[in-house]
């Protein structure tokens, strides 16, 4: 797979391509643990910032950036890669260009609750681990943070 041969862009609520990037944290994220989207679920997708990787014909990864109150800080979540695209480095394409918005729009940090398999992901790219464990969605995780 060629990365060259993909489209990352930033996507707003409501288009299709909103709609299919839904479709891939619903595959990656939510099946896995029987859970499904409820209308409160995409209310708050409503205020943020959506980026999507598309090949010639699909969504295939996604995440969602929102801003923490009304601090300069971000948190990222629903970070999601289609099964096939994993491991080609599609989500770390996805984490810099994450970045380098909220850098041109003067952010100072990002947060994000890491499943325990993401952590040495998160690592890699210099997110730094606080806290203790906690249980989101039924599962493990850990808050990660990175100064921008």
Known sequence: ??????TVKWVEF??????QTLA?????LRKPLNLQFNRDNLLVDKEDLHLGV???????ACLI???????KTAKMRQVAVSEYYQGQ????LMVIEAERRLKA???????LHARENAIPFYLTLGYTLVGDWFTEVGIPHKKMIKPL
């Open 105 to 111: 729009q003067n952010f100072i940090e990002i947060q």
């Open 54 to 60: 598309f090949n010639q014909t699909e969504c295939v």
């Open 65 to 71: 950036i929102s801003r923490i109150d009304d601090t």
């Open 1 to 6: 797979m060629n990365l060259n041969s993909l």
């Open 14 to 19: 409501g288009t299709r391509e909103y709609y």
């Open 89 to 92: 480095g599609i989500g770390k």
């Open 24 to 28: 891939i944290r619903n595959q990656v």
